[in-house]
């Protein structure tokens, strides 16, 4: 959907790649994150003389801005990446601490814990994510979700004819007692700005700090 691909060819789902669709387009140069899989792709790449490089390998995008500058050095535009990288930086500096608990949700179920984007953006914030007893994106059960009491709750918003809603979420038993549900503090945002790290981030660390 963005402008700048809107000519790219489809080569399908970035956890369901296949050398397929992306051979013959003759690429000079394949880049792909941690979330290219499965992980043997680079591997059949390199077996047909492509030249494959893995950009970001960790799932909570902690080496991004390093991944910025290996993109700059490959595409041979090392300075903008440099200044690129230290914008970023700067931007993802972690906030004065608030206080402030976060649950970030996928679907009104499973919750960002430990070692994701959404965990790296709530710290940035200045807040504590309330979902930080459990590692990576993963389902909390209603005892879960009461003990979490979270003052702010985010969820994807794509998904919301799977959750209902706002106001459905709202008053779920688990919630409805929650600070975030009695001051009003439930949002919906685009997956992509939560549950991953990308040049734009910075502006999500402002919005979230702001909730």
């Known amino acids: ?6 000519h790219a060819a489809e080569i399908g789902v970035s956890r ?46 902690r080496d991004f801005a390093d991944a910025v500058r290996r993109v700059g050095h490959w595409l041979g535009r090392d300075s903008q990446a440099q200044a690129l990288a230290q914008r970023w930086q700067a931007g993802m500096a972690a906030q004065p601490a608030t ?10 179920r499973m919750a960002a814990g430990r070692g994701t984007a959404a965990d790296v953006l709530i710290r940035a ?8 007893a459990i590692d990576g994106v993963k389902p909390m059960n209603r005892e879960a979700w009461l003990a979490a009491r979270p003052d702010v709750v985010i969820v994807a918003a794509h ?45 999500v660390v402002r919005r979230l700090r702001a909730l």
């Open 159 to 203: 998904n919301r004819a799977v959750y209902g809603g706002l106001d459905a979420l709202k008053a779920r038993p688990e919630l409805a007692d929650s600070p975030a549900a009695r001051a009003g503090k439930l949002f919906e945002m685009p997956a992509r700005e939560v549950f991953m790290l990308t040049l734009d981030s910075p502006d």
């Open 99 to 108: 206080g402030k608990r976060y649950l970030i949700s996928y679907d009104g």
């Open 1 to 6: 959907r963005q402008p700048e691909l809107a």
């Open 125 to 132: 914030a200045g807040g504590v994510n309330a979902a930080a």
């Open 16 to 61: 369901a790649l296949s050398v397929e669709p992306i051979a013959p387009l003759k690429p000079t140069l394949v880049l792909g994150s941690s979330q290219a899989q499965p992980p043997g792709i680079w591997r059949q790449l390199h077996a047909l003389g492509l030249d494959a490089r893995q950009v970001s390998a960790r799932e909570d995008g």
